[in-house]
């Protein structure tokens, strides 16, 4: 069964802490992303990669970073964790031009 | 900006019955156009997707219908059952650099036994 695996189901942590999200797929997909869910709001873009080492801002990307150093791995960062990045983060893979995205089951992240 | 409209946010549905949830879009240059369905605890999995093309995709009990002139799609849920209670996403998506999805606010569906 193919799988998009988020390293954490649930994390806490303090305000001002650099925080990793780690995500993994095992399709050989090209295109990874990052969304955060919030109720009301949907799903909203953070960031995305189309290829190893490539990365594009999505649509709310302030005080956010990516790192994609393997075509299986696509990381976010949370330079300095505020309140107001608490949220569920989900990760995605999908191939080249595919609209069909492989979701992971999410990470939900309360920053106190 | 949101770039894609979707409602109603919550939807209550007797078993049998057909659950309908509408979205419109903005930007005419959207050429995909995918229902998401969310279970609790899981990140959403592709439902049925259409392109503009087409005015109609059907698979199994759940129908896309699509207005490209309105430029409004929208998801039926035929024979509605207590297993198609889940939050239900649709989106749309341009071909930059990767395919993107812009997604809708979501709508919770849930259909009473």
């Known amino acids: 069964d193919v799988k998009v695996t988020q390293s954490s189901r649930y994390l806490v942590k303090r305000t001002g802490e650099k925080v990793f999200l780690e995500c993994v797929q095992d399709?050989?997909?090209?295109?990874m992303f990052w969304y955060r869910q919030d109720p009301g709001l949907g799903l909203r873009l953070i960031y995305f990669?189309?290829?190893?080492?490539?990365?594009e801002k999505g649509d709310i990307p302030e005080g956010y970073s990516v790192s994609r150093e393997k075509k299986e791995r696509f990381s976010l960062i949370l330079e300095s964790a505020s309140t107001n990045q608490t949220s569920m983060y989900l990760c995605?893979?999908?191939?080249?031009?595919?609209?069909?995205?492989?979701f992971g089951s999410g990470t939900r992240l309360t920053v106190v | 900006q949101q770039q894609v409209k979707q409602s109603p946010q919550s939807l209550i549905v007797q078993k049998g019955g057909i659950s309908i949830i509408n979205c419109a879009y903005e930007?005419?240059?959207?050429?995909?156009f995918p229902w998401y369905q969310q279970f609790p605890g899981k990140g959403p999995a592709l439902l049925i997707a259409?392109?503009?093309?087409?005015s109609e995709k059907k698979e199994g009990r759940f129908t896309i219908s699509f207005n490209k002139s309105a430029k409004q799609f929208s998801l039926h849920i035929m024979d509605s059952q207590p297993g198609d209670s889940a939050t239900y996403f649709c989106?749309?998506?341009?071909?930059?650099?990767?395919?993107?999805?812009?997604f809708g606010s979501g709508t919770q569906l849930t259909v009473l036994p």
């Open positions: 259409i392109r503009p093309d087409v």
């Open positions: 930007n005419t240059a959207f050429d995909y």
């Open positions: 399709m050989d997909h090209e295109n």
């Open positions: 989106a749309a998506s341009i071909r930059r650099s990767a395919r993107q999805l812009t």
């Open positions: 990669s189309y290829d190893v080492k490539m990365k």
């Open positions: 995605a893979s999908s191939l080249r031009d595919s609209g069909g995205y492989t």
